[in-house]
Nanobody
Framework: QLQLVESGGGLVHTGGSLRLSCAAS????????IGWFRQAPGQEREWVSC???????YYADSVNGRFTISRDNAKNTVSLQMNSLKPEDTGFYYC?????????????WGQGTQVTVSS
C-alpha cells in the first residue's frame, strides 16, 4: 500500500532544467524523509539529495548549488528541481522514503524515472 511514484524525467540539453516529482500514496508523507538517488549504467547507485521531515535539506557535492529539493505536504509530494544539467547527471532517478524522517535509512522506493542530458 505504500507507494512512491516518480515523474518529470525526460531528455534535455546541457544547461537545461527538469523538475522531478515524487508522489506518495498509501501513506502520509509529512513524517517521512524523502531522498533522491540516481544510477547511471554500469555505476553504483548514488545518493543525490534528501529532505527531512522538518524540512532540512541535504545535497551531494556533485549537485549542490544546481539542484533544489522541496516538499509540499498538502500535495503529498516532494520535488527535485534540477538546473544547469550536465551529461553526467544522466541516470535513472529514484525517490525513497525514510520512516524515521532523518535521511538515514530508506525503506520504500519508487520505480524511477529516466533523466537524460545531451550535449
Amino acid at each position: 500500500q505504500l507507494q512512491l511514484v516518480e515523474s518529470g524525467g525526460g531528455l534535455v540539453h546541457t544547461g537545461g532544467s527538469l523538475r522531478l516529482s515524487c508522489a506518495a500514496s498509501g501513506f502520509t508523507l509529512d513524517y517521512y524523509a524523502i531522498g533522491w538517488f540516481r544510477q547511471a549504467p554500469g555505476q553504483e547507485r548514488e545518493w543525490v539529495s534528501c529532505i527531512s521531515n522538518d524540512g532540512s535539506t541535504y545535497y551531494a557535492d556533485s549537485v549542490n548549488g544546481r539542484f533544489t529539493i522541496s516538499r509540499d505536504n498538502a500535495k503529498n509530494t516532494v520535488s527535485l528541481q534540477m538546473n544547469s544539467l550536465k551529461p553526467e547527471d544522466t541516470g535513472f532517478y529514484y525517490c525513497a522514503a525514510d520512516g524515521d524522517g532523518v535521511c538515514f535509512e530508506y525503506d520504500y522506493w519508487g520505480q524511477g524515472t529516466q533523466v537524460t542530458v545531451s550535449s
